[in-house]
C-alpha cells in the first residue's frame, strides 16, 4: 500500500473543514494526527482521553509528543469505572469502555462546532477481538486509516519514510487489558498493573506486559528476555510483592498482544472482524 494510501489519506483530511482526532500518542493515532497537521494546519484539533486505564507514563510521553509535533490538544477525563456494567468485565467490556469514551469525544466535537471525529484505527485492527470497533461505529467515530486501506505495516513504512521517529513504536494497550474478563475492574487493581510495568520498566525491561489473576501476576515478556528476568528472579518477586501481589509467574509462552483474548477463539461470542469493512463477523 504504502504511497499510494498516503496519498489517498492526504486527499481524505484534506476534504474535511476541520477535524478532531481521539489521539492517545500511539503510534496509529501520532501519525494520523502528524499528516492530518500537514494537511489542515489550525483546522485540526486532537483530544486525549484521561482516565484510570491509561498509564501516567502514557499520558505524558503523548503530551509531549503533541507539543513536539506543533499540535493543538486538549485532555479529557473520563470515568469508565463509574460502570458497574464495565467494571464487571463482561466479554464486551471494551464495547462499553468504547461507548463511553466515544460519547465523550462527539460531546466535545458538538461543543466545539465540529462535524467529524476520527480515530486511528487500521485495517489490521480488524484481525483480533475488536468489540470496541461497534461502538465506535455507533457513534460515527471516522476511521481514515482504514478508509485509505492503511495496514499496521503500511503505517510504520510511511511514518519511517516521512522521518517520523516513533515509526517503530510498539503497540500499546489500555490497563485493563490486563485483568482477564470477568474479574472484577478495580482502581487498585489497575494500580497495582502499572506500578508492576512501571518498576520493570525501572529496571531495563521493554516489550512486557504483567497480567494481573487476582493475587498473582503473569508476565509475558520476549523469549529473549526471559532469561534477564530469570536471573533477576529475586529483585522481580519483591518488586511485584511490594506493590500488592502475592505470586510472580513468568508466562512460557512469551509476550503477545491480547492475550486475554485467546479464551474467546473457542466458542465465547464477540465481535470477530474477518476484514477491514467488519463483515463477516464471528458473534
Same mark, same amino acid.
Given at each position: 500500500?504504502?504511497?499510494?494510501?498516503l496519498?489517498r489519506?492526504?486527499d481524505l483530511l484534506?476534504g474535511?473543514r476541520?477535524?478532531?482526532i481521539?489521539?492517545?500518542?500511539?503510534?496509529?493515532?501520532?501519525?494520523?494526527?502528524?499528516v492530518?497537521r500537514d494537511?489542515?494546519?489550525?483546522?485540526?484539533?486532537?483530544?486525549?482521553?484521561?482516565s484510570?486505564?491509561?498509564?501516567?507514563?502514557?499520558?505524558?510521553m503523548?503530551?509531549k509528543?503533541?507539543q513536539?509535533?506543533?499540535?493543538?490538544?486538549?485532555v479529557?477525563?473520563?470515568d469508565?469505572l463509574?460502570?458497574?456494567?464495565?467494571?464487571?468485565?463482561?466479554a464486551?467490556r471494551?464495547?462499553?469502555c468504547?461507548?463511553i469514551?466515544c460519547?465523550?469525544l462527539?460531546?466535545e466535537?458538538?461543543r466545539? %462546532?465540529i462535524?467529524? $471525529?476520527?480515530d486511528?484505527?487500521?485495517?489490521? /485492527?480488524?484481525c483480533? =477481538? #475488536?468489540p470496541?470497533?461497534r461502538?465506535?461505529e455507533?457513534?460515527?467515530?471516522w476511521?481514515?486509516?482504514?478508509?485509505a486501506g492503511?495496514?499496521?505495516g503500511?503505517?510504520?513504512?510511511?511514518?519511517r519514510?516521512l522521518?517520523?521517529?516513533?515509526?517503530?513504536?510498539?503497540?500499546?494497550?489500555?490497563?485493563?487489558?490486563?485483568?482477564p474478563?470477568?474479574?472484577p475492574i478495580?482502581a487498585?487493581?489497575?494500580a497495582?498493573?502499572?506500578?508492576s510495568?512501571d518498576?520493570?520498566?525501572s529496571?531495563?525491561?521493554?516489550g512486557?506486559?504483567?497480567?494481573a489473576?487476582g493475587?498473582?501476576?503473569?508476565i509475558?515478556v520476549?523469549?529473549d528476555?526471559?532469561?534477564?528476568?530469570l536471573?533477576?528472579?529475586?529483585?522481580?518477586?519483591e %518488586?511485584?510483592?511490594r $506493590?500488592?501481589?502475592?505470586?510472580v509467574t513468568? /508466562?512460557?509462552?512469551g =509476550? #503477545?498482544?491480547g492475550?486475554?483474548?485467546?479464551?474467546?477463539r473457542?466458542?465465547?461470542?464477540g465481535?470477530?472482524h474477518?476484514?477491514?469493512?467488519?463483515?463477516?463477523?464471528?458473534?
Open positions: 500500500m504504502g504511497e499510494s494510501g496519498v489519506l492526504r484534506a474535511k476541520e477535524l478532531l481521539s489521539y492517545s500518542g500511539g503510534l496509529d493515532s501520532s501519525f494520523l494526527a502528524s492530518a494537511v489542515l494546519g489550525d483546522r485540526l484539533i486532537c483530544v486525549m482521553l484521561d484510570r486505564l491509561v498509564p501516567r507514563s502514557e499520558l505524558a503523548a503530551e509528543r503533541a513536539e509535533m506543533g499540535i493543538a490538544y486538549q479529557i477525563s473520563v469508565p463509574s460502570s458497574p456494567e464495565f467494571c464487571a468485565s463482561p464486551n471494551c464495547y462499553l468504547k461507548k469514551m460519547r465523550a462527539r460531546e466535537a458538538a466545539l %462546532g462535524e467529524y $471525529v476520527a486511528g484505527l487500521n485495517s489490521s /485492527d480488524f483480533d =477481538y #475488536r470496541g470497533i461502538a465506535s455507533e457513534e460515527r467515530i476511521h481514515p486509516l482504514v478508509e492503511m495496514s499496521k503500511d503505517i510504520r513504512t510511511a511514518a519514510d522521518g517520523m521517529e516513533f515509526w517503530d513504536q510498539p503497540a500499546s494497550a489500555c490497563l485493563a487489558s490486563r485483568i474478563y470477568s474479574e478495580t487498585e487493581g489497575l497495582r498493573v502499572e506500578a510495568e518498576f520493570l520498566r529496571i531495563g525491561f521493554s512486557f506486559r504483567v497480567r489473576h493475587s498473582l501476576a503473569r509475558e520476549s523469549k528476555q526471559m532469561h534477564h528476568i536471573e533477576n528472579g529475586q529483585e522481580v518477586v %518488586g511485584l510483592r $506493590v500488592g501481589f502475592s505470586y513468568l /508466562d512460557l509462552a =509476550y #503477545r498482544t492475550s486475554m483474548n485467546e479464551v474467546l473457542d466458542g465465547v461470542p465481535d470477530w474477518d476484514s477491514p469493512r467488519g463483515a463477516p463477523q464471528r458473534r
